[in-house]
């Protein structure tokens, strides 16, 4: 566990210079480019991935980078760094004050530590593989919040939802019927988060990239929580149906999620 606080240090010293930089940068007149129907991409993402992965690689030069606006080489290292630079694009560029930076390492393929951080609540959520979650240092514990019908649930929808049947809206509908409610705030990262912290009881979207999930899934499990495929199967950032869950209620969520694919499957 001590072994992976010199790289958490690192990353958090990464996600506070981009925080930083993006506080400054918020609500001011921005370059936005589409990359597709609804996706966007600013001056500031670009920005953000350039000082998180300048950082991280003057001090580690030879680790390997994942991350949503770049290509980076392949090295030899079993370290590899999974970056999403603004969580929360939408969000930014509309002026909507929820996003955040997401940053996870990787040993051998295995999660080890994860940063996510907030800075316009100045929130920073840290994970250790092994060592517990926490916010500004405080230890985080998912909730207690049981069953599905006392809950509060986040989700998000894909870009391409207009075009894709693949949209997530059945979802939705079942589990804004079965749940107390749900948020759609606009950026997975911290809905992952907030299930850490005991904020949301649960979690689910598809369709996400290894970059919006791979530190929120340390958090969530360090804090105590479940996160899966939408089977109940064992969840790797390559796969892209998650839910993410305080435990109590993950075997009525997967259930809830089985139940919508086989009604549309008639
Ligand atoms: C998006 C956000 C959003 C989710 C989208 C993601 P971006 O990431 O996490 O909540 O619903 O699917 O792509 O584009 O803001 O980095
Ligand atoms: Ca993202
Ligand atoms: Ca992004």
Same mark, same amino acid.
């Given at each position: 566990?001590?072994?992976?606080?010199?790289?958490?240090?690192?990353?958090?010293?990464?996600?506070?210079?981009?925080?930083?930089?993006?506080?400054?940068?918020?609500?001011?007149?921005?370059?936005?480019?589409?990359?597709?129907?609804?996706?966007?991409?600013?001056?500031?993402?670009?920005?953000?991935?350039?000082?998180?992965?300048?950082?991280?690689?003057?001090?580690?030069?030879?680790?390997?980078?994942?991350?949503?606006?770049?290509?980076?080489?392949?090295?030899?290292?079993? $370290?590899?760094?999974?970056?999403?630079?603004?969580?929360?694009? &939408?969000?930014?560029?509309? =002026? %909507? +004050?929820?996003? /955040?930076? *997401?940053?996870?390492?990787?040993?051998?393929?295995?999660?080890?530590?994860?940063?996510?951080?907030?800075?316009?609540?100045?929130?920073?959520?840290?994970?250790?593989?092994?060592?517990?979650?926490?916010?500004?240092?405080?230890? $985080?514990?998912?909730?207690?919040?049981?069953?599905?019908?006392? &809950?509060?649930?986040?989700? =998000? %929808? +894909?870009?391409? /939802?207009? *075009?894709?049947?693949?949209?997530?809206?059945?979802?939705?509908?079942?589990?804004?019927?079965?749940?107390?409610?749900?948020?759609?705030?606009?950026?997975?990262?911290?809905?992952?988060?907030?299930?850490?912290?005991?904020?949301?009881?649960?979690?689910?979207?598809?369709?996400?990239?290894?970059?919006?999930?791979?530190?929120?899934?340390?958090?969530?499990?360090?804090?105590?929580?479940?996160?899966?495929?939408?089977?109940?199967?064992?969840?790797?950032?390559?796969?892209?149906?998650?839910?993410?869950?305080?435990?109590?209620?993950?075997?009525?969520?997967?259930?809830?999620?089985?139940?919508?694919?086989?009604?549309?499957?008639?």
């Amino acid at each position: 566990m001590q072994a992976w606080q010199t790289y958490l240090d690192a990353a958090v010293e990464a996600a506070r210079l981009a925080g930083s930089y993006q506080r400054h940068r918020f609500s001011s007149q921005l370059d936005v480019d589409m990359k597709g129907d609804k996706d966007l991409v600013t001056e500031v993402d670009r920005d953000s991935e350039r000082l998180i992965t300048g950082h991280l690689l003057a001090r580690f030069p030879d680790h390997n980078i994942l991350a949503e606006e770049g290509d980076y080489r392949r090295t030899g290292s079993p $370290l590899r760094w999974v970056i999403d630079p603004v969580d929360g694009t &939408t969000n930014y560029a509309h =002026g %909507f +004050p929820w996003f /955040c930076s *997401s940053i996870a390492l990787e040993a051998d393929d295995q999660l080890v530590a994860g940063v996510i951080y907030n800075p316009i609540h100045d929130e920073l959520f840290t994970a250790i593989k092994g060592g517990g979650a926490y916010l500004n240092g405080r230890r $985080l514990q998912v909730s207690g919040h049981a069953p599905l019908r006392d &809950t509060l649930l986040g989700t =998000g %929808f +894909p870009y391409d /939802c207009a *075009s894709d049947p693949a949209n997530n809206f059945a979802n939705f509908i079942a589990f804004q019927k079965a749940a107390r409610g749900i948020r759609r705030a606009g950026a997975a990262a911290l809905d992952l988060a907030s299930v850490a912290a005991g904020r949301l009881d649960g979690f689910w979207e598809l369709k996400l990239k290894p970059w919006d999930v791979a530190a929120g899934i340390l958090l969530v499990q360090e804090a105590g929580g479940t996160v899966s495929s939408f089977d109940g199967s064992a969840f790797d950032i390559s796969q892209n149906r998650i839910v993410a869950s305080n435990g109590l209620i993950h075997h009525e969520m997967t259930g809830m999620l089985a139940a919508v694919a086989a009604k549309e499957m008639e």
